[in-house]
Nanobody, 123 residues
Framework: QVQLVESGGGSVQAGGSLRLSCAAS????????MGWFRQAPGKEREAVAG???????RYADSVKGRFTISRDNAKNTLYLQMNSLKPEDTAMYYC?????????????????WGQGTQVTVSS
């Protein structure tokens, strides 16, 4: 069963922090990669961070040093710790999973998606 359920979004002032969670079914959680994507109004969806099942990670340049992706294999849960948030981080954040071998190098093949959680950062 494919299931991804995000939570943890909300409104925060610039400089603040939020932690997003994504609860996954066992099938989805054991795909090659899981990742976080975001889409702001009027903009294309962009990759934020990805993590292989074995733990290798990759981040978009815009979030390096501020965001941390992690996973709890005992809980089938993916996390995104977001610190030093900026107004430009405002977007709908989606959790996704991919079986592609290039799921980190190109953020390709993410065909399992959650419903999204809204993050709003005010200045």
């Amino acid at each position: 069963q494919v299931q991804l359920v995000e939570s943890g979004g909300g409104s925060v002032q610039a400089g603040g922090s939020l932690r997003l969670s994504c609860a996954a079914s066992s099938y989805t959680y054991t795909r090659n990669c899981m990742g976080w994507f975001r889409q702001a109004p009027g903009k294309e969806r962009e990759a934020v961070a990805g993590i292989r099942y074995i733990g290798t990670t990759r981040y978009a340049d815009s979030v390096k040093g501020r965001f941390t992706i992690s996973r709890d294999n005992a809980k089938n849960t993916l996390y995104l710790q977001m610190n030093s948030l900026k107004p430009e981080d405002t977007a709908m954040y989606y959790c996704a999973a991919s079986d592609f071998s290039t799921c980190l190098s190109t953020f390709a093949g993410y065909n399992y998606w959650g419903q999204g959680t809204q993050v709003t950062v005010s200045s």
